[in-house]
């Protein structure tokens, strides 16, 4: 964490009571979501397309667990311009002061900008010149060059601008006015493929889940246990008595949603139609146990989703579904017709046979199919329509609608749809 800010030089002004910033990832719906279910809409305000606002501390924020955001940063100021110009003036007045109030050694400095139309190459003349004054002052210091405007994780972490002695500046247009805050915390992209890559068993050709959008699926659920108004800084479920709440993962594959919700601090029940699949899950858990000998319990066991029984403790669901055959293109409109009737036919026998085995209230978040063409054009399971007369509700979030909380890659044709629901 960092221990230098620049937060005694300047002073917070804005409506909106907001202590932090959090920059959204690749798909920033799924990020706003995510916030909005763990904290509620009231704490949380989006800004621009790539970034949020929270009125919670950035020490406050769990943000192991966050798989759609990228950085969390404190706020130090809100400058009254968007200014080019006038945003390298107050930086080159107010940086060296404060680092004479700094242990002595080397300081590392990286600035990123989102949304404010500044090109990197002059934010790379705006290094300079503070490294230029900054030397000046007989300190060592050494800028981290912009190849984008913002610089990525990787640059953040190789060049501890999170450590003692480095700096991350980031720069936010919030309207005519610029948000400036320091960066806290980073997504450790090494240690997301360390437990990805380095699991026992894996498949490729049942689709490769990442970790990160296992971690939000698991949120979109978590965030409905928790009482309405949500209280910032607490993560625990709205469950009575003393024990963890118990997560079930009904298609879990080789475990990865299992995985996540066990590092959150909950105990886990997965199925799997396949017995292959279920002997997968468990040695990634065992595995993962060597790893984090105080995780929850867990259990995995053979089951046909569309008729298993299931324990009667299921305090939350998140899955990532039957996705249907794997596909490189788009097929033909009646061959496409026909995978989608598939698909939907198994997922709403699922639903009805879980439904009168779950609590009312329970949440349940579905990875589900989507089905992209060339133009980005999606088409939706039907039973998506029919959510109420499964005995569901969908939740529905302020900062993302439903039809954007869509995790693809570019050129893939069968998109995951994330469908957060509670049991009515």
């Known amino acids: 964490m960092v221990t230098e800010t620049l937060y005694r ?14 920059i959204l990832g690749r798909q920033p719906a799924l990020g706003l979501a995510e916030l909005e279910s763990l ?22 924020i769990n943000f192991t667990r966050l798989g759609g955001t990228i950085k969390v940063a404190k706020i130090l100021a809100n400058l009254s311009t968007s200014n080019w110009a006038e945003i390298e003036k107050y930086l080159l007045k107010n940086i060296p002061p404060h680092l004479a109030h700094m242990p ?3 300081f590392t400095l990286g600035i990123s900008a989102y949304e404010l139309g500044v090109k990197s190459e002059t934010i790379n003349k705006t290094n300079l010149k503070i490294k230029s004054l900054i030397k000046k002052t007989g300190r060592p210091v050494r800028v981290v060059p912009n190849k984008e405007t913002a610089l990525n994780s990787a ?10 002695g480095g700096w991350e500046l980031l720069l936010i247009a919030n309207k005519k006015d610029t948000i400036l805050a320091q960066t806290m915390f980073i997504q450790d992209i090494e240690a997301y493929g360390a437990r990805d890559q380095a699991r026992p068993k894996r498949d490729a050709r049942i ?11 698991v949120n979109l659920a978590a965030g409905q246990m928790k009482q309405p108004d949500k209280t910032p800084g607490t993560w625990e479920s709205d469950i009575k008595s003393s024990r963890p709440a118990h997560f079930l993962d009904p298609f879990c594959g080789t475990g990865v949603v299992l995985q996540e919700a066990l590092l959150m601090g909950y105990s886990v029940l997965g199925t799997d139609l396949e017995p292959r699949m279920v002997e997968y899950s468990k040695a990634n858990l065992d595995w993962l146990k ?3 000998p105080h995780i929850m319990e867990y259990k995995v066991e053979a089951g046909d989703a569309t008729a298993h029984k299931w324990a009667k403790d299921i305090d939350a669901v998140a899955a990532e579904t039957y996705l249907g ?9 009646d061959k496409l017709k026909e995978i989608v009737n598939d698909v939907n036919t198994i997922l709403e026998k699922f639903l009805k046979n879980l439904a009168p085995q779950l609590k009312p209230g329970v949440p349940v978040c579905l990875a589900v199919p989507a089905w992209r063409s060339n133009g980005g054009q999606l088409t939706h399971l039907p039973l998506i329509d029919r959510i109420s007369a499964l005995g569901y509700n969908l939740v529905k979030f302020k900062a993302a609608k439903p039809t954007e909380l869509i995790y693809f890659r570019e050129g893939q044709t069968v998109a995951r749809q994330l469908l957060v629901l509670v049991k009515r």
Do not use: W
């Open 9 to 22: 030089y300047t002073k917070v002004v804005s409506n909106f009571n907001a202590k932090s910033i959090c």
């Open 39 to 60: 904290y509620g809409s009231d704490h949380l305000e989006p800004l621009g397309t790539q970034a949020a606002r929270l009125d919670v501390e950035a020490g406050d």
């Open 104 to 106: 002595e050694g080397k």
């Open 155 to 164: 640059q953040v972490l190789h060049n501890s601008l999170i450590k003692r």
């Open 207 to 217: 689709g490769m889940l990442p970790p990160k959008l296992a971690q939000i699926i």
């Open 290 to 292: 060597t790893r984090y």
């Open 325 to 333: 055959r794997p596909l490189s293109s788009l097929p033909e409109p």
